[in-house]
């Protein structure tokens, strides 16, 4: 979508936000967003789709595309992940790795090049979570930094940030706006993302079950919305109406998805309900139904309906045929 007629002193620029789970990737981009648009929680492997999250500064436009922690695994739902974070860094003008200060530095660095194996283009290194560390000011950074140019020769600086504080965060929006390139901006004035609001209310129902489920259950939920219908009346508030199938692999995890007197599926109804009316400004009649979809983390369909289609590396029995 290149929209015409736009302003000369028009800039935009695409920025890739990578890293290990967990990192700090879709909180950096809800506070340079100035939303709660990405879904974060204390867990890791939160994020499972790369999508864009867009703002302006004055003419300049950025595209933040968010992505899912790359991580080691065999697991064919994993793969799909990791192909996701590599997909994000394609036809971007900048990567941002995020790095977290409060884990060992190089690692994250080595496991994530391993991992996503690809060239990084220009690329700005971001440690995150300094409000975490005593005296961020005094970690050797620079020289770690030098030791990562080593592994990245495209690593041009570095960033030390904190999300819950704030810290950096004026330095970093700055100059990701003063690396903008002339030109059209690819959305329309008001657009936040290139996901539609489908996509960001499962997303709050599946980040409400994460955040109050524990064990493997979080790893072991889909979420898929069955129906959004607009149901306003007449010059009235809005008023939507989603049903939403919570898909769980096996029946115990029903029962607990459930809960007792069904207490907890109606904790992640309200809670979800009360953001994904943030979202669309108006009522929302939410129907939950939690469904048993044994090892959907295997069945492609599933996984295509859920935005993660096949990777380079997927298990044989996923290839496309022709
Ligand atoms: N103290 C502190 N915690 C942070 C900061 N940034 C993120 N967190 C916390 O770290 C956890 C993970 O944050 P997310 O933003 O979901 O991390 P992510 O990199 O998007 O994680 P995945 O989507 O799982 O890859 C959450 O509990 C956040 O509140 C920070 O600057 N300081
Ligand atoms: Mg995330």
Known sequence: MLL??????????MVSVLGAPNVGKSSMINYLMGMDLSVVTKKPQTTRNKFHCVFTV?????VLVDTPGVHRSNMEFNKRLNEQAKEGTEGVDLNLLLIDLTRDI????????ELVDVELKRTWLVFTKSDRIEDAEALPLKEVFEKVQE??????RFFVISSRKGDNMHELTGAICDAAIPGPHLYLDGSVSNKNERFFASEYIREQAFDLLKDEIPYEVAVLIDEFKDVSKKDEERQS????????NRPSQRAIVIGSKGTMIKEIGTRSRNKIELMTGGKVHL?????VSPKWFKNN?????????????SARVWRNKN
């Open 4 to 13: 015409t007629d736009q302003h000369p002193h028009n800039k935009s620029i």
């Open 58 to 62: 004055d003419h300049t436009e950025v």
């Open 106 to 113: 190089l690692p994250q660095v080595k496991d994530f090049l």
């Open 151 to 156: 592994v990245i020769p495209t690593a041009e």
């Open 241 to 248: 109406h989603i049903s939403a199938s919570i898909l769980v």
């Open 287 to 291: 129907n939950l139904h939690v469904k």
């Open 301 to 313: 369909f599933v996984l295509e309906e859920i935005g993660l289609p096949r990777a380079h590396n």
